[in-house]
């Protein structure tokens, strides 16, 4: 080879080989991982890089996903036609069936979120299979609990996060050796941006469930954001709703994410206007991060992912 | 657009938050909603400036106690790059932390403060860039606001850390002047520093040339996984996968499959789901070789030019990061790439003063963030570089086999 020879990789091929050697890693400590799917772009993102690292082969891990129960439709949908597409094992367990055999309280409210209650259910689950890894799509960049967390994160028996016993993670060695009762959560993303996500998506050209691009749609206003007309919130006097074309920015309950103004129809279009807006991921669409400064620090404490 | 990844060396006090909060705010990667939090929280500050350095403070316990307890990372971007900062502490205690940021680092900028010069701290951060192998090291002088952009005091200062330099034969060391608090040659060169002509920090973190720093000779690739789908079709499928380390991989190479000394041929290479002629660090990729021959995970695969040595006795420099002591005799887990086997050490020949670099011939024992050397013996024979010839096959970590915690960090030599 000549002088000339280039080196030089893109920022993508290395967060996607950064991706694909986690989740190999994962295959190769691991007795039964699995990937925690949620049906959105993050969680879409990993099942396409397992894909990758594992095909001609089968997944070593199902997919799961926790149902909340007030999923959107279209995220659901989106999530059986992946499923069968790629025709891998998806273990589905439903919050309200947790509540119900668990007699569980649910929060009441104008927004009712069922997003602690899950926790029991994930952990249910991961008891019910003895997953001892979970895959998930977190990335650093979402929010400042997060910036701290390894990409191999140990948790106690109830899911608990301690960030102060951390494991110093060096190279690219991860220790992946837990006690009985232990699992690990791992996070194949963690170094991604938002915009690193979607332009891998449009690079990849990977699908999505439609209500991330423009739609017009039934919210009614609060506190600024335009949260989506359905079943599981409460109407109030005063409230009112009106017809949008709004797209989501990220994809959790119905009661709990808000939807963005957009007339934003292709993927383009979308990074265009995350190149362009001045407010973050989270802080635009998520409702219960505004709780508390520390509200991300406190859930994961308790189990959350 | 590539990668680069950095750590930025420092205390609180010689400005390394406000630094890195200088880099994401004057780069245009803060976001409206988290400025507002910043304001905010400023609001209490007498000066009613906003308070860059809150932008790199985490978590709630750490706010409360003003204090930085880990290694956190930031994510900002430019058109030509991606950075990744790993943004770990400085104080005498937490040289753990810091080797941990450092071990995946392109470069390193070392903060000194104009008003102090190069102290104690300079020297140990400098030490550990030099035990860790950074290629780069940007050496920023900060707060020549404070002593009236005197380009003596600047002077005065490359002197003394050239000298450092020297001692550590630190390479490719760049120094510049700035102001992290003022922006001061962050983001575009500064009036306020009329003498100095070099470029800005942001342009000093895009230009540096990265490619170059992985040895592309000497392939190594440590195996992951088997790929055996086992379907009719693939009956006899087999893809051994991995992250290249080092060195350059073609379709036709012959490859050796290490510790057990069977060779091979490449017949094809996938990265990224696509089939390719070739590829190099640090992509993950998939094999299939000529022959069938028995590879699992924790076997090394090797190419090209010098192989490694194949050996169960090692000697390595090691960063003790527990607070149950290391003892001659104690025996752990050591995982180098994929490869895990079970360690003893049978000496420690002295501790390295971090601050100094003098050797403490009979130290014992070695505690928290204590830099040792070791002599060790492995359960089986153990394929490995020099960390200072090949950083990608000398880089390991030791575990305590019953706490299951990363004890230490491992430059074997």
């Known amino acids: 080879m000549s002088n000339q020879h280039s080196y030089q990789s893109d920022y993508l091929d290395q967060l996607e080989s950064e991706a694909i050697h986690i989740l190999r890693e994962v295959a190769g400590q691991f007795e039964r991982p699995a990937l925690l799917f949620s049906g959105g772009k993050d969680s879409i993102t990993l099942v396409h890089l397992a894909l990758k690292a594992f095909r001609p082969g089968r997944l070593p891990f199902p997919l ?17 036609e992946l499923a069968a597409r790629i025709g891998e094992r998806l273990i589905i367990r439903e919050v ?26 994930l952990l249910d689950t991961i008891e019910e299979f003895g997953f001892d890894a979970c895959i998930g799509g977190a990335r650093r960049d979402e929010e400042k609990a997060r910036a701290k967390e390894r990409i191999f994160s140990i948790r106690d028996e109830f899911g608990g996060w301690d960030p102060k016993r951390q494991r110093p993670e060096l190279w690219n060695t991860y220790n992946g050796r837990i006690h009985k009762g232990e699992n690990v959560r791992v996070f194949p993303i963690s170094n991604w941006t938002e915009l690193d996500v979607w332009n891998y998506i449009r690079r990849e050209k990977i699908g999505l469930p439609s209500i991330y691009f423009a739609h017009e749609r039934e919210v009614l206003s609060y506190e600024g954001q335009w949260i989506a007309l359905s079943p599981f919130i409460r109407l109030d006097d005063g409230d009112r709703v009106e017809k949008r074309q709004v797209r989501y920015r990220t994809v959790g309950d119905m009661t709990c994410t808000a939807a963005v103004e957009s007339s934003a129809s292709g993927i383009d279009d979308i990074i265009r206007e995350i190149t362009a807006t001045r407010t973050s991921e989270r802080g635009e669409t998520r409702i219960d991060d505004k709780v508390s400064e520390a509200a991300m620090e406190d859930r994961k404490k308790n189990g959350y992912f | 657009m590539d990668l680069l990844r950095f750590i930025t060396a420092g205390s609180v006090d010689d400005g390394k938050s406000t630094l890195i909060g200088r880099l994401l705010y004057d780069s245009k990667n803060i976001l409206a909603d988290q400025l507002e939090a910043l304001e905010r929280q400023s609001r209490n500050k007498e000066d009613g400036e906003i308070d860059l350095a809150l932008l790199t403070d985490g978590l709630r316990a750490e706010r409360e106690q003003g204090i930085t307890i880990d290694v956190a990372y930031k994510y900002f971007s430019t058109p030509r790059r991606k950075f990744i900062i790993a943004d770990a502490p400085g104080h005498v205690q937490y040289t753990r932390n810091m080797v941990t940021g450092a071990s995946n680092a392109n470069l390193i900028i070392v ?11 300079t020297r140990r951060h400098s030490i550990i860039a030099g035990l860790l192998n950074i290629p780069h090291v940007i050496v920023a002088i900060n707060k020549m606001d404070l002593v009236d952009n005197s380009q003596d005091v600047y002077n005065n200062i490359v002197i003394d850390y050239a000298e450092v330099a020297k001692t550590l034969q630190l390479k490719d060391v760049v120094f510049l002047p700035i102001s992290a608090l003022k922006g001061d040659n962050i983001v575009s060169r500064s009036a306020a520093i009329p003498w100095y002509e070099g470029p800005a920090l ?18 190594r690739l440590p195996i992951q996984y088997v790929i055996r789908p086992q379907t009719e079709a693939l009956h006899d499928y087999r893809g051994y996968a991995g992250k290249i380390a080092s060195g350059t991989w073609r379709k036709g190479d012959a490859v050796t ?10 017949t094809s290479i996938e990265t990224g789901g ?28 090797v190419n090209g030019g010098r ?4 050996t169960q006795d090692l000697e390595a420099l090691v960063c003790w990061m527990d607070s149950k002591p290391l003892q001659p005799g104690n025996k ?82």
Not at chain 2, 112 to 119: E, L, S, T
Not at chain 2, 202 to 218: A, F
Not at chain 2, 307 to 310: L, R, Y
Request: hydrophobic share 35%.
């Open chain 2, 274 to 301: 696509r089939e390719v002629e070739e590829a190099f660090a640090p992509l993950s990729v998939i094999l299939q070789l000529e022959d069938d021959i028995d590879i699992s995970r924790g076997d090394l695969l």
């Open chain 2, 332 to 413: 752990y887990l050591l995982q180098l790439g994929s490869r895990l086997v079970r360690s003893q050490i049978k000496d420690l020949e002295y501790r390295l003063d971090v601050n100094t670099l003098e050797k403490d011939l009979a130290p014992g024992q070695a505690g928290l963030n204590d830099i040792v050397r070791v002599r060790l013996r492995t359960a089986s024979p153990l394929p490995f570089d020099a960390y200072t010839d090949l950083p990608a096959g000398g880089g390991a970590i030791l575990i305590d086999e019953t706490s299951n915690v990363t004890v230490g960090a491992c430059l074997l030599q």
């Open chain 1, 64 to 80: 799961v996903h926790i149902d909340t129960g007030h999923n959107f439709p279209e995220a659901l949908t989106f999530r059986d």
């Open chain 2, 111 to 121: 903060l000194i403060d104009a008003r102090k010069g190069v102290v104690e701290q």
């Open chain 2, 202 to 219: 942001l342009e000093l973190l895009e230009q540096t040339e990265v490619e170059k720093d992985i040895d592309r000779t000497r392939g």
């Open chain 1, 96 to 121: 309200q069936e947790t509540i119900r055999q668990r007699q569980l309280t649910e929060p009441g409210g104008k927004f009712a979120s069922r997003n602690a209650l899950q926790t029991f259910t």
């Open chain 2, 307 to 310: 192989p490694p040595q194949v």
């Open chain 2, 257 to 266: 499959t290490l510790p057990s000394g069977l060779t091979s041929r490449i």
